[in-house]
């Protein structure tokens, strides 16, 4: 095993990037607990677990929140999720192959007895606001074909952690969060950080009055007292890609509905100087603003696409579909960027 690769329970690496939730249960107890709540085990704390999550510097990209040996016999692979995504069974299909790639000698697929490894154990943390009525996620719903007995499966658990107003008594009545405390709190953590941002906080702002309040009201107390300093100066990178996407699709749409609006009422006003009729007028103007408003959520989502993959190094499709782009308006702006870039 090469040690420099993954995270090891004797000294978890911590960088800037790494998201509060990996932080959090990145510690011995806390991911010790989460299993159990997640299946219903009993582990006690001194229950043997080793850290082998993926670090993006080795793996050129390739970084999941957590993944983890407990008890010798499971790896577990968690991944927080505050938008919804039906490629999570992709993403976990990936760091497990990495993970066994890392955990056995390349001699060892060859040898003629069976290798035994740990049985993979995956779940995704959902702390979204829009609704995801989903239990689990499965790999064969990305197959184009009919899987056949000889084909493969993955299946990833959804929990929802989310405590959106009005769902307060639902969350609680989460079985998983019932059992895992910190878990809980995190939640709470997260949807005090959301209700700062609404209240019109920057992010700042809303993580640090979201760990006052937390150490007011006794929620995740040792571990803010110990990293709260950390924990709000990566404050903006834990924040998850999806995340900044929907923040910048939010921006994007405030901006093109003002300019909308400035270009419109000019060009309405210079053309209906020129109309004869108000009935002429009328029509004039629904098609100049739907025409304006049009044209410029065009050159905002452009703007956005070419912002996304240049500052994030992603691909073109994955951008679209994480600005939720409709199949239909894909092609155009293939076009666009291919005509930009050539």
Same mark, same amino acid.
């Given at each position: 095993? #090469?040690?420099?690769?993954?995270? #090891?329970?004797?000294?978890?690496?911590?960088?800037?990037?790494?998201?509060?939730?990996?932080?959090?249960?990145?510690?011995?107890?806390?991911?010790? $607990?989460?299993?159990?709540? *997640?299946?219903?085990?009993?582990?006690?704390?001194?229950?043997?677990?080793?850290?082998?999550?993926?670090?993006?510097?080795?793996?050129?990209?390739?970084?999941?929140?957590?993944?983890?040996?407990?008890?010798?016999?499971?790896?577990?692979?968690?991944?927080?999720?505050?938008?919804?995504?039906?490629?999570?069974?992709?993403?976990?299909?990936?760091?497990?192959?990495?993970?066994?790639?890392?955990? *056995?000698?390349?001699?060892?697929?060859? /040898?003629?007895?069976?290798?035994?490894?740990?049985?993979?154990?995956?779940?995704?943390?959902?702390?979204?606001?829009?609704?995801?009525?989903?239990?689990? *996620?499965?790999?064969?719903?990305?197959?184009?074909?009919?899987?056949?007995?000889?084909?493969?499966?993955?299946?990833?658990?959804?929990?929802?952690?989310?405590?959106?107003?009005?769902?307060?008594?639902? @969350?609680?009545?989460?079985?998983?969060?019932?059992?895992? #405390?910190? *878990? /809980?709190?995190?939640?709470?953590?997260?949807?005090?950080?959301?209700?700062?941002?609404?209240?019109?906080?920057?992010?700042?702002?809303?993580?640090?009055?979201?760990?006052?309040?937390?150490?007011?009201?006794?929620?995740?107390?040792?571990?803010?007292?110990?990293?709260?300093?950390?924990?709000?100066?990566?404050?903006?990178?834990? &924040?998850?890609?999806? $995340?900044?996407?929907?923040?910048?699709?939010?921006?994007?749409?405030?901006? @093109?509905?003002?300019?909308?609006?400035?270009?419109?009422?000019? /060009?309405?006003?210079?053309?209906? #100087?020129?109309?004869?009729?108000?009935?002429?007028?009328?029509?004039?103007? %629904?098609?100049?603003?739907?025409?304006?408003?049009? %044209?410029?959520?065009?050159?905002?989502?452009?703007?956005?696409?070419?912002?996304?993959?240049?500052?994030?190094?992603?691909?073109?499709?994955?951008?679209?579909?994480?600005?939720?782009?409709?199949?239909?308006?894909?092609?155009?702006?293939?076009?666009? &960027?291919?005509?930009?870039?050539?």
């Amino acid at each position: 095993m #090469t040690e420099n690769k993954l995270l #090891t329970a004797a000294e978890p690496k911590r960088t800037y990037q790494d998201s509060i939730f990996r932080m959090l249960f990145s510690e011995k107890e806390n991911a010790i $607990e989460l299993f159990n709540a *997640l299946e219903g085990t009993d582990y006690g704390p001194d229950t043997e677990v080793r850290f082998l999550t993926l670090d993006d510097v080795i793996y050129h990209g390739i970084k999941n929140d957590l993944s983890y040996e407990i008890a010798v016999a499971y790896l577990v692979f968690g991944e927080q999720q505050s938008t919804i995504s039906a490629n999570i069974p992709l993403r976990m299909l990936r760091y497990l192959a990495n993970n066994i790639a890392i955990l *056995l000698d390349n001699r060892t697929f060859f /040898r003629q007895g069976q290798v035994k490894i740990p049985t993979p154990q995956f779940f995704v943390i959902y702390t979204g606001s829009e609704p995801w009525d989903v239990d689990e *996620l499965r790999l064969s719903s990305s197959f184009m074909g009919e899987p056949k007995e000889n084909s493969v499966e993955l299946v990833v658990k959804v929990i929802k952690v989310v405590y959106n107003e009005g769902e307060e008594e639902e @969350a609680e009545k989460n079985p998983v969060l019932q059992k895992s #405390t910190k *878990l /809980r709190e995190y939640g709470m953590f997260v949807r005090y950080v959301k209700e700062g941002l609404s209240a019109g906080k920057d992010r700042k702002e809303a993580v640090g009055a979201a760990v006052e309040r937390c150490l007011k009201e006794n929620i995740l107390v040792n571990f803010l007292r110990a990293h709260s300093a950390e924990v709000e100066k990566m404050a903006w990178r834990s &924040i998850t890609m999806e $995340e900044f996407i929907e923040i910048r699709a939010e921006e994007a749409a405030e901006i @093109a509905a003002e300019k909308a609006t400035k270009e419109t009422t000019e /060009r309405v006003t210079r053309e209906v #100087t020129e109309e004869v009729t108000k009935e002429v007028t009328k029509e004039v103007t %629904k098609e100049v603003t739907k025409e304006v408003t049009k %044209k410029t959520l065009e050159q905002t989502t452009l703007s956005n696409i070419q912002s996304l993959i240049k500052n994030l190094h992603l691909d073109l499709e994955r951008v679209m579909d994480c600005l939720d782009i409709p199949q239909t308006e894909k092609p155009k702006y293939r076009n666009l &960027i291919n005509t930009i870039n050539n």
